[in-house]
């Protein structure tokens, strides 16, 4: 018997998606991530200060939430979004509750969150956007307060630009320099809050800021769901 290639990618996908096999943190509970690896998770948010960027994180990249946000980038596993959705929508709640009440940047809208922009080729090879995916789950978990806030892509990333996967401080903070450019319309001067996935040295949010100060839009931080052990402040 023949079986079409696509039946078996299908079968695969039910089988992953829908009766979640291992816990994708430990890869021995349940899954998709297993009564254990949450009770691990305890977020704490606390906000510190890269490059100048005020960046609101809500757990250490460290297992198991460092195994299940690979499992969400690299593997596509969508089932792990309403958790790293929750997280990454708390790191940016606490982002806007240390803004002053009264401040008048509060009451402009809409209030943009833009997803730090993937390289082409890991959008092209994972026919997903993560980043973009969560800055989206987030962005409804936020507006549930009556705040105006909707996620929009407003960086691409330049073509040929690399993943800074293993490369070093230095080379990280040369290799994000111009890496972004603008995409897309939004209202000039809207407040915006940067989205990433982890924060390691702040290059990269350095980089996104830069384009977006630069284009007129009021950069108010950055909401992420993990900090990088000893990330350089
Ligand atoms: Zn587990």
């Keep these: 018997m023949v079986i079409d290639p ?26 998709p991530v297993c009564v254990r690896c949450v009770a691990q998770i305890e977020p704490r948010v606390t906000i510190g200060t890269y490059h100048g960027i005020q ?3 809500a757990v250490t990249y460290e297992p198991p939430i460092s195994q299940l946000v690979i499992a969400f ?4 596993e969508w089932s792990l979004r309403p958790l790293l959705g929750q997280l990454l929508a708390r790191s940016i709640a606490h982002l806007l509750l240390s803004i002053e009440e009264g401040s008048p940047v509060l009451l402009r809208s809409p209030l943009l969150l833009a997803p730090i922009a993937a390289t082409v080729d890991s959008i092209r090879l994972r026919d997903a956007d993560p980043v973009a995916d ?17 996620s929009q892509r407003l960086l691409s990333m330049r073509r040929g630009h690399r993943d800074h996967v293993g490369l ?3 080379e990280r903070i040369a290799n994000m320099h111009d890496a972004f450019t603008l995409r897309g319309r939004a209202p000039v001067g809207a407040p915006v809050v940067l989205v990433d996935d982890v924060v390691t040295t702040g290059a990269t949010l350095a980089s996104a800021q830069r ?3 630069g284009a007129g839009f009021e950069v108010l931080g950055a909401g992420v769901i ?3 052990k000893g990330g350089i402040r």
């Design 6 to 31: 696509l039946v078996v990618r299908a079968r695969e996908f039910l089988a992953e998606q829908f009766l979640a096999g291992v816990c994708a943190g430990c890869s021995a509970g349940r899954g």
């Design 55 to 57: 960046v609101a994180q």
């Design 73 to 76: 980038k690299d593997r596509g």
């Design 134 to 150: 969560l800055a989206h789950t987030a962005a409804a978990l936020l507006r549930r307060s009556g705040m105006e806030i909707r």
């Design 168 to 170: 070093s401080r230095g």
């Design 211 to 213: 384009v977006l100060a």
């Design 226 to 228: 993990a900090a990088a």
